[in-house]
């Protein structure tokens, strides 16, 4: 008798999932829009998020097309991608929690990776992200040329480990690595005689805590400016003043192989190199 209870309660379960599976495949897509701002609109995450449409991606994934994800008031640090495609991991959901396989085509590149949220049954509150980039052009992200205060080119490679609430990321840790390749970075005031730091590779190594970035290693290499950097940078609400206290040796290929000691204070938008 038990046996035959488990046989046709597994047959059961599978016609059930079979059911589930057939009714989200059917869905249209503008009921899985309204799915999904249904749900956005439950995270009090202080962003403000836009897509032009929302379609099922099997198995039981979602693909948003054109999103935008950025602050509520309109400035800062802002996400743009023509597609996004989510996917539930299984084994967090037994658990309650919800966890995300995503792969984006953004700005130029391609983002992929984690994103889980720690509390149970929600999708909000603090999350742990594991996300990894590649050929991102800096060009298509206008929001890093307004954080910085200044034009940045490039394409940018790298990882991100990132710990805390979505809407207060400087509260947070974490951990990136990242390379802009062929890059140029325009200067506020002329340095060492540059209006502008063209490179053809600049990567760096930092850790997020505290609301301190701490750079374990900035390296420039390029034609006419080549370094290498190590400090901290003292992060602010408003990123283009948060304050730099960077060492480094620096050398000027044009001026010969000797290399010098400089420090870089100020902040993020007025940096000051001063030699030592």
């Known amino acids: 008798m038990k046996e035959a209870i488990r046989k046709y309660g597994a047959y059961g379960l599978f016609a059930l999932a079979a059911i589930v599976l057939f009714a989200w495949v059917r869905m249209p897509s503008e009921a899985v829009r309204s799915l999904v701002l249904s749900a956005i609109s439950k995270n009090q995450a202080g962003a403000l998020v836009r897509f032009d449409s929302a379609e099922f991606a099997f198995p039981f994934g979602v693909t948003l097309t054109g999103l935008t994800v950025q602050t509520k008031h309109g400035t800062g640090l802002r996400f743009e991608a023509d597609t996004v495609t989510a996917h539930p991991e299984l084994l967090p959901l037994l658990t309650g929690r919800l966890a995300l396989r995503i792969q984006a085509a953004s700005m130029g590149g391609r983002i992929d990776g984690d994103i889980a949220f720690r509390d149970r049954f929600s999708a909000s509150g603090p999350l742990l992200a594991d996300l990894n980039f590649g050929s991102i052009n800096a060009a298509d992200c206008p929001w890093i040329a307004e954080l910085l205060g200044r034009v940045v080119r490039g394409r940018v ?114 940096p000051v190199v001063t030699p030592i």
């Not at 053809?200 to 930092?206: A, H, I, Q, S």
């Not at 290498?228 to 040796?249: H, K, M, T, V």
């Open 157 to 270: 490679d790298g990882r991100l480990h990132f710990e805390g609430l979505p809407g207060q990321w400087a509260a947070g840790s974490g951990h990136m690595e990242l390379a802009l390749v062929n890059g140029l970075i325009s200067l506020q005031a002329p340095v060492f005689g540059l209006q502008e730091m063209t490179f053809t590779r600049m990567e760096g190594n930092m850790e997020l805590g505290n609301g301190t970035i701490q750079v374990n290693r900035l390296q420039v290499a390029g034609d006419y400016l080549q370094g290498e950097f190590r400090g901290s940078i003292r992060l602010e609400g408003d990123f283009s003043r948060s304050q730099i206290a960077l060492r480094g040796d620096v050398n000027l290929p044009s001026a010969g192989q000797e290399r010098f000691a400089v420090d870089v204070g100020g902040t993020v938008a007025s």
